[in-house]
Antibody, heavy 116, light 107 residues
Framework: QVQLVESGGGVVQPGRSLRLSCVAS????????MHWVRQAPGKGLEWVAI????????NYADSVMGRFTVSRDNSKNTVFLQMDSLRAEDTAFYYC?????????WGPGTLVTVSS | EIAMTQSPVTLSVSPGERATLSCRAS??????LAWYQQQPGQAPRLLIY???SRATDIPARFSGNGSGTEFTLTISSLQSEDFAVYYC?????????FGQGTKVEIK
């Protein structure tokens, strides 16, 4: 069955960096684009980024453009989200999701807290 | 950016009753509209894609309708496990955008 598991979350100071990972299993990762979506505690969903199946196309929300970078290593069944210059407003659960244009399978999420 | 507006914010329904949730897009998104369900403490789950197609293993009591700018999600007879927050999302344009959510609570 399709499984996605995020990791790498934690508490980080404003201005610092963090890298999230999303390990996929139960399907051929190299055939699918992958999204990152976040959710601030008690708030709604916000789409963050997408990477195409081969890594050649990437797109970002304006709120993270220039600070976050999505990448992937299909040989390791893993997608990454490099988050630089973190701000308090980046505090959220971060989910990776398989892309069929929409998000058809989601991981359980990892919590990122940006605080001094 | 396409704005997605859901109504109502909260819907109070008795078990076994019908629930109708609405989602409006600020401009036409054709049928590129998905609905997700989120239980407390869990990740969202895909319910509907293409405005009206049920995702894998989604019960027939969930149905979606609409195109262009107006969409509805109907739950024909609410079960206890259906009390949750529901989000719509357009995937016709970048950036992908979600509605703010409708919470379906027990009346």
């Amino acid at each position: 069955q399709v499984q996605l598991v995020e990791s790498g979350g934690g508490v980080v100071q404003p201005g610092r960096s963090l890298r999230l990972s999303c390990v996929a299993s139960g399907f051929t990762l190299s055939s699918y684009g992958m999204h990152w979506v976040r959710q601030a505690p008690g708030k709604g969903l916000e789409w963050v980024a997408i990477i195409s199946y081969d890594g050649n196309y990437k797109n970002y929300a304006d709120s993270v453009m220039g600070r976050f970078t999505v990448s992937r290593d299909n040989s390791k069944n893993t997608v990454f989200l490099q988050m630089d210059s973190l701000r308090a407003e980046d505090t959220a659960f971060y989910y990776c999701a398989r892309s069929y244009r929409y998000c058809d399978y989601w991981g359980p999420g990892t919590l990122v807290t940006v605080s001094s | 950016e396409i704005a997605m507006t859901q109504s109502p914010v909260t819907l109070s329904v008795s078990p076994g009753e019908r629930a109708t949730l609405s989602c409006r897009a600020s401009q036409s998104v054709s049928s590129n509209l998905a609905w997700y369900q989120q239980q407390p403490g869990q990740a969202p789950r895909l319910l509907i894609y293409g405005a009206s197609s049920r995702a894998t293993d989604i019960p027939a009591r969930f149905s979606g309708n609409g195109s262009g700018t107006e969409f509805t999600l109907t739950i024909s007879s609410l079960q206890s496990e259906d009390f949750a927050v529901y989000y719509c999302q357009q995937y016709n344009y970048w950036p992908r955008t979600f509605g703010q959510g409708t919470k379906v609570e027990i009346k």
